[in-house]
C-alpha cells in the first residue's frame, strides 16, 4: 500500500471516531501471544472492512502477519475450529515465519444469527465444547470481528469460552454512516418476496438497531421511536420471509414500544400485521383477536379505511375457516366502507374475495359477478398483474359450469400475465394446474398455445406434464 493509501486509511473517519477503542485494540495485538481471544464489535460491514486494513497497515503492526479467515459464505458451519484448520493449512507454507500471526475471523453472524429470536446455534455449542483443544491446536491470537448482538450470543450461547476473552473493543457507527443506513431502511421501498434483497434488507435493519439499542442497555427515549420502527420493519420482512416465529416476536417487541409511547397509529398496524402472522401460522383464534382489535383500535382512530382492512382480513381468516356466511358478511362490510370512502381501487380485492366465498358456496353465476367486477376495477386501474389470479378462478369457475372453451382462455390469460411479471409462485401453480387440465382433456390446440406462450415445443410440454413432479417444479 502507498503512503498516501496509508495515510488515508490511518485517517479515516470512522477511525477518527473510534480513536481510543483503536489505540486499545492496537495495544491489545502488540502484547498478545499465543491463544489470547479478542473481539472487536462492529455493527457496519463497510466500517469492519477499513479497520481491518488498518490494521494491517498501521505501523506499530509491521511485525504481525494478518490471516484474515472469512466464513460470511458457510451459513450451515458447525465445527469452527476444523475449518479455521482447514484454511490455516493452505496458507502454512506461504506464512512468515519473522512475523507473529493474528487470525482475524468475519462472517461468523451468518452462522450465529444476529439478533435474539434465532435459535441456540450448534457452532456455538461445539465452540464450548472443544474450547481447551484451541490450545495446541490454534496457538495465535484471535480477533473476531463481530456485530453487537453477535458477540452477545457469544457470552450467551459459548461460556466458558467467552470466559477466556482478553479484550472487548467496541466501535461506534459515525454519524453520518447511521443517517445513510437509515435512509437505505427507510426510504428504499422493501421487497414483497422472500428474496435475496430482501435478506439484505434484514440485515442491514439488524444492524441499524444494534446502533439505536446495544445489547443489555436500556433504549434512550430519543430512540425508541426509531427503535419501534425498526422493530416493525423486522417483523414485516420476516413475514415475507414466512419465517412466523420471528416475525411475531418483532412485532410484540414493536407493540411494546408503541405502546410505551402512545402511538395507537403504530399499535394498531402492529396488530393488523401480528394477525397476518398468526394467520400465517394458521393460528386462527390468536389472528382473530389481532384483527378484532385493529379494527376497534382503527374504530377509536375514526379511521374507515383501516377499518376496511381488518373487515377484510377478517372475512379471510373466515373463509380460511371454511365459515363462508361470516366471511361474506365481514367482505360486504368492507365493501361497504370502501364505496362510501369511494376507495374503488381496494374495492377489487374485495369483489375477488366475495366470488371466492360464492364460488365456494357453489354459486357460480355469482361468482362469475364478481370476479368480472374485479377485473373491471383493476382494468381502470391498469393493474394487470392482479388480474392474473381473477382469471384463474374464472377459469376454475367455468370447468365447474362445463363451459370448456371459456376455462381454456381463462386459464391462457393467466399463464399469460404471469410470465409477463416472471411470477415463479404464480407460474409454478398454472403450470400445475394446466397439466391438470390437459389430462382430463386431452385438448391438442390448447396444450399448443400453452407451449407457444412457454416458447418450448408441444412435445417437450407433454414430457414436462408426464415427470413425477409435474410441470410445476
Not at 414466512?242 to 403504530?266: F, G, M, P, S
Not at 370512502?341 to 360464492?358: F, I, K, P, W
Not at 392474473?388 to 362445463?402: C, H, N, P, S, W
Request: proline share 3%; net charge negative; aromatic share 10%.
Amino acid at each position: 500500500m502507498t503512503a498516501t493509501l496509508l495515510a488515508i486509511s490511518q485517517n479515516h473517519p470512522f477511525l477518527v471516531h473510534n480513536q481510543p477503542e483503536f489505540a486499545e485494540l492496537l495495544t491489545f495485538l502488540d502484547f498478545a501471544e499465543g491463544l489470547t481471544i479478542g473481539f472487536a464489535d462492529v455493527n457496519f460491514a463497510a466500517d469492519a472492512e477499513v479497520l481491518i486494513e488498518a490494521l494491517k497497515n498501521h505501523p506499530s503492526c509491521a511485525d504481525i502477519g494478518f490471516e484474515v479467515l472469512n466464513f460470511s459464505n458457510q451459513p450451515d458451519l458447525r465445527f469452527l475450529r476444523d475449518a479455521i484448520l482447514e484454511r490455516l493449512a493452505k496458507t502454512d507454507s506461504k506464512a512468515n515465519l519473522q512475523q507473529k500471526r493474528v487470525l482475524i475471523v468475519r462472517g461468523l453472524e451468518v452462522v450465529i444469527g444476529n439478533d435474539g429470536m434465532s435459535e441456540y446455534p450448534p457452532v456455538l455449542q461445539d465452540l464450548n465444547f472443544v474450547r481447551d483443544a484451541y490450545r495446541t491446536s490454534v496457538p495465535y491470537p484471535i480477533l473476531f470481528v463481530l456485530p453487537d448482538y453477535a458477540v452477545t450470543r457469544i457470552a450467551k450461547y459459548a461460556p466458558d469460552f467467552w470466559a477466556w476473552r482478553s479484550g472487548v473493543f467496541v466501535f461506534k457507527m459515525q454519524a453520518e454512516t447511521r443517517k445513510i443506513l437509515k435512509n437505505q431502511v427507510f426510504e428504499t421501498p422493501g421487497p414483497f418476496i422472500a428474496s435475496q434483497e430482501n435478506q439484505a434488507q434484514i440485515d442491514q435493519l439488524q444492524r441499524l438497531l444494534m446502533e439505536y439499542h446495544p445489547a443489555g442497555q436500556a433504549i434512550a427515549p430519543e430512540n425508541l421511536g426509531i427503535c419501534a420502527d425498526l422493530h416493525y420493519k423486522l417483523g414485516q420482512a420476516y413475514l415475507t420471509q414466512r419465517q412466523t416465529n420471528k416475525a411475531v416476536c418483532y412485532l410484540q417487541e414493536t407493540l411494546k414500544l408503541a405502546t410505551q409511547r402512545r402511538d395507537q397509529v403504530l399499535e394498531q398496524s402492529v396488530y393488523r400485521l401480528l394477525g397476518d402472522a398468526y394467520r400465517q401460522a394458521r393460528q386462527f383464534d390468536e389472528a382473530i383477536a389481532a384483527y378484532q382489535t385493529s379494527q376497534h383500535l382503527a374504530e377509536v382512530m375514526g379511521n374507515s379505511k383501516r377499518i376496511a382492512t381488518a373487515l377484510f382480513n377478517l372475512g379471510t381468516v373466515a373463509l380460511e375457516q371454511r365459515q363462508f356466511e361470516q366471511a361474506r358478511d365481514s367482505y360486504q362490510a368492507c365493501l361497504k366502507l370502501e364505496e362510501d370512502e369511494e376507495d374503488r381501487y381496494n374495492q377489487a380485492s374485495t369483489y375477488h374475495q366475495l366470488g371466492s366465498v360464492a364460488q365456494e358456496l357453489r354459486d357460480y353465476e355469482q361468482a362469475k359477478d364478481f370476479y368480472h367486477q374485479a377485473l373491471q376495477i383493476c382494468s381502470e386501474f391498469s393493474d394487470r398483474y392482479n388480474q392474473a389470479r381473477t382469471y384463474f378462478q374464472l377459469g376454475k369457475v367455468a370447468e365447474a359450469l362445463g363451459e370448456i372453451e371459456d376455462a381454456k382462455a381463462y386459464y391462457l390469460q393467466d399463464l399469460e400475465i404471469t410470465l409477463e411479471f416472471n411470477d415463479e409462485k404464480g407460474l409454478s401453480i398454472s403450470n400445475r394446474n394446466i397439466a391438470r387440465f390437459y389430462q382430463a382433456n386431452q385438448d391438442e390446440d390448447f396444450l399448443a398455445q400453452v407451449a407457444a406462450l412457454l416458447r418450448i415445443s408441444s412435445e417437450v410440454l407433454k414430457q414436462a406434464m408426464q415427470t413425477e413432479c409435474g410441470l410445476g417444479c
